[in-house]
């Protein structure tokens, strides 16, 4: 079965400093990979997602993602967090076939200190 | 273009009794699914509907349960409530062929 693998659940940055919000995940075949926002008593928004056309892929509010098979990762960076950054970050995988179905990783909770 | 919306936005039920959750998925978009969301288990996928038909399943008893109407809403339905159903229900459109699925705010469940 796939899933992820979200390394820290709590990640504190300085406003300027990089972001880097790390995910691995495990399958047999190339995946769909995402990245999820959520804020405070939202659903979830999407930041960027993988697709195979190419590993380097950037997404909304400056964040970007590099796709390495040979690491089974998909980390999530930006160059300089900002105050608005802090959220909770969900790394995600969508199985092989026609099912939308989305398997998620257990979060991790981005707080940007001033 | 509107969002997905879901209806109510928060909901306090007791334990034993029965709830039903409404999703409205953006205009066009046939797939809609469900998941819960708890800070024990994460986001757990419930299951899909594409086009009336339940196409996936997670793993979850079968007090919970869902439909699709012709009109692409969806309504997913838990009966005999526990505590331990207390939780965030988010609901999740899209075109279906695996592309971008766009959530709504959710629904607070709670049980007492």
């Known amino acids: 079965a796939q899933s992820v693998t979200q390394l820290g659940s709590h990640v504190s940055v300085s406003e300027g400093a990089l972001v880097l919000l790390r995910c691995n995940y495990s399958?047999?075949?190339?995946?769909?990979l995402f990245w999820y926002v959520q804020y405070p008593n939202q659903g979830l928004q999407l930041l960027l997602k993988y697709t195979s056309a190419a590993t380097l892929v950037k997404g909304i509010n400056g964040f970007e993602a590099e796709f390495k098979k040979s690491e089974t990762s998909f980390h999530l960076t930006k160059p300089s967090a900002h105050m608005s950054d802090a959220a909770e970050y969900f790394c995600?995988?969508?199985?092989?076939?026609?099912?939308?179905?989305?398997?998620f990783g257990k979060g991790t909770k981005l707080t940007v200190n001033p | 273009k509107a969002g997905v919306t879901q209806t109510p936005r928060y909901l306090i039920k007791t334990r034993g009794q029965q709830v039903t959750l409404s999703c409205s998925p953006i205009s066009g978009h046939r797939s809609v699914s469900w998941y819960q969301q708890t800070p024990g288990q994460g986001l757990q996928f419930l299951f899909e509907y594409f086009s009336e038909t339940q196409r996936n399943k997670g793993n979850f008893p079968g007090r919970f349960s869902g439909r699709q109407f012709s009109n692409s809403r969806s309504e997913m339905n838990v009966s005999t409530l526990e505590l331990g159903d207390s939780a965030l229900y988010l609901c999740?459109?899209?075109?279906?062929?695996?592309?971008?699925?766009?959530f709504g705010q959710g629904t607070r469940l709670t049980v007492v």
């Open positions: 399958s047999s075949v190339p995946p769909y």
């Open positions: 999740a459109s899209s075109l279906g062929g695996r592309a971008n699925a766009f």
């Open positions: 995600a995988v969508s199985p092989q076939g026609g099912s939308e179905k989305l398997v």
